[in-house]
């Protein structure tokens, strides 16, 4: 027992590493300095040949050669897609309003899973979806009297396809994530190149880049794709709420951006829910880290 304790809080640990990682990724994207579509050449490139290396380190090109091919193609197209989404969402609205309508997208997966696969859903994971559905709305009403709505609309279109990745990945569970992640970086770099003008940025620009795609990024991911060899993938999940809390604080403190009265309501609303509906769902499984995880 005291082994498996102990796995546990290792995994904890590297979970809320992984999270606290992440949840910088806003800031490094406004402190670029530059147009959404140089921060999305950039992140793409230098997240592909991070995470490139990192996933040969680990083995995971091998898995990604044994993986079928059209499931590894697809959700690496939507890992693009959403990164892309991502920049032009957190460049044209609040970072607040980006992550509360971001962490819907497990619940855009549950939908997802029960159209394609039709898997059950929990009772309480329909809850949450009206829950959800009542605070992106109400995220979008503090929108429409300013010039956040495009970037609310990019924020929802991003949680759509990565609910939409996760079905896929759910069904083709073979497929590896760090390999794929690397393929969707180029991805975002290629939809992105046709609108960017990426040479002749300021050095401190090409900096913070080089920071958010070769260190942080990677450091996020791969501690989070580790997590998931000693604790079990709802619980981090759980841990993914904590996102929703430090990315906005990180942008307040450093640029002075206060989230709306209605993103505040909205995101602790969902906050709760979430954290309920984790709590709940981790309550229907018996505690059995995954042995082996993959990358």
Sequence with gaps: MGDGLSRQALGMLIAGAGVLALSFDALLVRLAGVGPWEVAVWRGVFIALSLAVVAGWLGGWQRAVRAPLGPLLGASLMFGLNGLLFVLA????????????????????????????????????????????????TVFAGSLDGDGLLGDAFALGAAIVLGGNFTLLRRFPQVPRLPTVSLGGAVTALLAWTSAAPWGLAAESYAVLALMGLVQMPLALGLLATATRYITSPEVSLFMLVEM??????????????????????????LTTLAVHSVLALRRLPHQPTPTGRT
């Design 90 to 137: 957190v460049m044209h609205t609040a970072v607040a309003n980006v992550v509360v309508i971001l962490s819907i997208a497990p619940l855009f997966a549950a939908a997802c899973t029960r159209l394609f696969l039709r898997e059950g859903v929990a009772a309480h994971t329909w809850v949450a979806m009206v829950v959800a559905v009542i605070a992106v709305g």
């Design 245 to 270: 809390v430090l990315a906005p604080v990180w942008v307040a403190a450093w640029l002075g951006e206060s989230p709306s009265p209605q993103t505040l309501v909205a995101g602790g609303l969902l």
